[in-house]
């Protein structure tokens, strides 16, 4: 094992640290708290990380992008999830999907989807499956013909036409390219009769929906959709009929430890945060970090933290080599970093007392934050039981899931 950052993840770390340090730490309150989720959206942010690379982290270098590894993802996701999380996930919607262009689209595909990505600053991408009906009953854990996935897909000689809504999409309304999940066949499993399509936001029958409001990683979008006789081409079919479970066992492992590491970042700033105030805060004749009390949550959450980071760091090499155990650490690995941070934020709240709640702290805004991930890709509990039928199965597999 070693543990030393090559060169390339120490660039990519540091360029991610001042960016937070420099851009995103001075406002970030203040957007947080702006009362609508349309003037939350940080467009100015979105354009200067694409300056820096950070938005096409994932693209292949062929199309312009940096390509870099997992574990180089999980690396700067956690210092941007330092800055803010719901700026993390806006950029990690785009590395997730970055995935997908390479893994999953043809020569064609690539040619027609990618540049305009690469081209445009603000561009970015969302990936639709949840709808009001289906929640948990997408992930996998079960796999009938009754899981009300109702978005359709029905062929019509050389397109496909879509119609229905999506509902909490991270990145959704905003993005400019989308990758959704609809039934070509409703008779069948969701894993048999499924498909992925790529569809950009300016297909006739593409109609965006609100914005939900929420407490939580504020600055990115939950947003609903709707496509009504929405027809592409057969050839915007990323994959067919029984192709997803080999599509979601390829992108599952990397995606659970980037998504781990965006909301470990939160965790490490709630932490950071305690620290200096324990030091600085006099309660008892001497800073409240001399009390054994404070100094001892201090120390569970640095303890927390560090071992949260090892295991998402070894999710994410297991997937950057493809093995077998990959999607099994990376469930695991999501599950307890948002399971740590919540507890750290939890923690920082106890060290700053009454202040943890007052605006002029940020501690308030990352419990808010820390609380998305305990359901957000996937609930804790389901990846939990996905990652336990894995374990208890004879072939490492968990049906089919994200
Ligand atoms: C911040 C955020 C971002 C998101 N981004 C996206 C996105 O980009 N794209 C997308 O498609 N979706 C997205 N989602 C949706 C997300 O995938 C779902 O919210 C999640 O899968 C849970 O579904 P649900 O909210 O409908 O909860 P439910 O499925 O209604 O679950 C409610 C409770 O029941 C439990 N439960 C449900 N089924 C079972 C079962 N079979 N066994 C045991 N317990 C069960 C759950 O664990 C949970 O405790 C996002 C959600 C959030 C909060």
């Known amino acids: 094992m070693d543990f030393q950052l090559t060169d390339e993840q ?42 820096l690379g950070l938005r096409t982290l994932g693209v292949s270098r062929e199309f312009g992008g940096a390509e870099v590894d997992i574990m180089t993802m999980c690396i700067v996701g956690e210092e941007l999830g330092v800055g803010d999380l719901g ?48 929640g948990s009953d997408h992930q996998g854990y079960h796999d009938t013909p009754e899981i009300a996935l109702h978005m359709s897909a029905e062929r019509d000689g050389d397109d496909y036409v879509l119609n229905g809504t999506k509902r909490y999409i991270s990145n959704g309304s905003m993005a400019k390219l989308y990758f959704i999940v609809a039934r070509t066949d409703m008779t069948k499993n969701l894993s048999e009769g499924g498909a992925v399509f790529v569809i950009p936001h300016d297909t006739p029958g593409f109609r965006v929906g609100f914005f939900h409001e929420k407490s939580s990683q504020r600055l990115a979008t939950n947003g609903t959709f709707h496509l009504e006789n ?20 390829k992108y599952l492992p990397g995606s659970k430890a980037e998504a781990a590491a965006t909301v470990l970042g939160v965790g490490r700033a709630a932490y950071e945060y305690a620290l200096e105030y324990a030091k600085n805060r006099v309660q008892g004749g001497k800073p409240i970090i001399e009390h054994q009390a404070v100094a001892l949550m201090l120390g569970r959450m640095a303890m927390l933290l560090d071992a949260s980071r090892l295991q998402i760091w070894k999710a994410a090499w297991l997937a950057d080599r493809h093995h077998s155990d990959a999607r099994v650490h990376g469930l695991l690995a999501k599950v307890n970093a948002s399971e740590v941070a919540f507890e750290v934020c939890r923690l920082s709240a106890e060290v700053l007392g009454g202040a943890s709640i007052m605006y002029e702290h940020p501690v308030e805004k990352y419990m808010r934050d820390a609380a998305s991930f305990l359901h957000s890709d996937g609930t804790n509990q389901i990846c939990l039981l996905r990652a336990m039928r894995a374990i208890g199965s004879q072939d490492g597999t968990d049906l089919y899931g994200f």
Do not use: Y
């Open 87 to 134: 700026f993390a996930v806006i950029m990690d919607q785009c590395w997730k999907t970055a995935h997908l262009f390479k893994d999953a689209m043809t020569e064609e595909q690539q040619q027609r989807f990618i540049p305009p990505f690469v081209a445009d600053s603000e561009a970015t991408t969302a990936i639709g499956i949840t709808e009001e009906d289906v």
């Open 230 to 249: 929405c027809r592409v081409p057969a050839s915007n079919l990323l994959v067919g009929e029984g192709m997803l479970s080999e599509l979601r066992s």
């Open 10 to 51: 120490l660039r990519w770390r540091d360029i991610a640290r001042d960016f937070v340090e420099q851009v995103i730490r001075p406002d970030v309150l203040r957007r947080d708290r702006l009362p609508t989720a349309a003037e939350r959206i940080p467009w100015d942010w979105i354009r200067a990380a694409d300056e």
